[in-house]
């Protein structure tokens, strides 16, 4: 099927390339920075000056009028694209009839059919349900507490390198990097942290096609046997393809031998889909690819292609908590959850598949890159979840964060937006409704980058 045939996709989208006006940032934006560094919280990570005023598609135009092609889509959130016309009206015609009434104490439509929705797309063949919450890091909280609620058990396995959300629960799983949680502890008592399958850095010293899956061994020998006892564990929580740690596919194995002892042990799989999930990596969740039904997961940031919204969902049988247990007053609004119908719809008429296909289109020139250029260690990643890492050295795999950043300010001066993950790693997660030209747009201006950069060393 070709997505530009279909009206229902595009539609009046804009499927442009980037226009430059002048030297970034314009006036207007070096105002607002201005304006902004007097009053706005300074743990923001600003990776460039882009001041965004609108957005269509895959293009975002700044308050100086410069149109930038997003391949970052608001960290990885706006599935259907910017303002993409049927979320656009889905979300007017819901704010007109209905902006709020609280699911935890009302019943309205809007919720029950995502919840329904959520049912028929979720992985594997099983009943779900759902509770909602606004964001990532709620989704993973509630995940946390229905894992210790539905097992009686209260210690939880989680993964180096992961990132799962900043407020206290969430964050005792994060471990992405240090300025994350210093400060912030003591966090929640009873979790520990196990090496993820990041096997282009295998921390045994192994290779993916011989490897005996350590790091799954590690927590079925070690941690389960000394400081997380597997009758005390209540869940392994995992992001299926780790996102913000840098884009990282772990193998096959490494998912089968987490189930199988996660299964063995009665403890609970809870796949952090947040980031991988709602279509991006070309499947609707990463479970998809490594044919893996979790017991509960996360879901947030594409899920209402950039409103506000976050989905618990668990095996039904799990969740049997009681009126009052866990509930948010804002979880499940109804303009979220109608921009979220909106969402999946355009999932499914095509979104998901321009993800596989445009992912792969993307991956077949990437994959030449270690070959073409020096400071390309790895290309990796599923649909449009995909990244580059970048060292100074092939052989030694020295990490080049500083190359990294300057590729990313580079492409900004091009009219490219990407953002880093990891220490090393660039990302592409670009809208899922992007076409053929702007790939190659975006193709181009990183390959003029690393030729610049590599000029530079
Ligand atoms: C895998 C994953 N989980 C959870 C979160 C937290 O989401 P939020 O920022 O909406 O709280 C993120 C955010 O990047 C994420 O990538």
Known sequence: MSLTL?????????????????????PRARAAIARDAQVVSPSYTRSYPLVA?????????????????????????????????KVVEAIQQQAARLIHMSGTDFYYEELIALAEALNRIAPGDTAWRVSFGNSGAEAVEGALKLARYATGRDKIIAFLGSFHGRTMGALSLTSRRAVQRAGFGPFIPGVVHAPYAYCYRCPYGQKPDTCAVECVQHIENTLLKTISPAQETAAIVVEPVQGEGGYIVPPQKFHDELARVAHENGILLVF?????????????????????????????KGIASG????????????????????????????????????????????LVDNAARMGAYLMDRMREWPARFPIVGDVRGLGLMLGFELVRDQATKE?????????????????LLVLGAGDSTLRLSPPLVITRDQCDFALDTLEGCLTKVISEA
Do not use: Y
């Open 399 to 415: 990490k080049a964060p500083a190359m990294r950043d300057r590729i990313e300010e580079l492409a900004f001066e091009r009219g």
């Open 53 to 85: 005023q609108k957005g269509e598609g895959a293009m975002v135009e700044d308050v100086d009028g410069n149109r930038f092609l997003d391949f970052s889509a608001g960290i990885a959130v706006v599935a259907a694209g910017h303002c993409h016309p």
């Open 272 to 300: 952090d889909e947040v980031q991988s999930g709602m279509g991006r990596t070309g499947k609707m969740w990463a479970a998809d690819h490594f044919r893996i039904t979790p017991d509960v997961f996360a879901v947030a």
């Open 307 to 350: 409103m506000p919204l976050g989905a618990t969902v668990a095996r039904a049988e799990l969740m049997t908590w009681p009126p009052g247990a866990h509930a948010s007053t804002f979880g499940g609004n109804p303009v979220s959850c109608a921009a979220a119908l909106a969402t999946i719809a355009l999932l499914e008429r095509g």
């Open 6 to 26: 279909d009206p229902i996709h595009l539609g009046a989208v804009r499927m442009d390339l980037p226009h430059l006006n002048g030297p970034l940032p314009g």
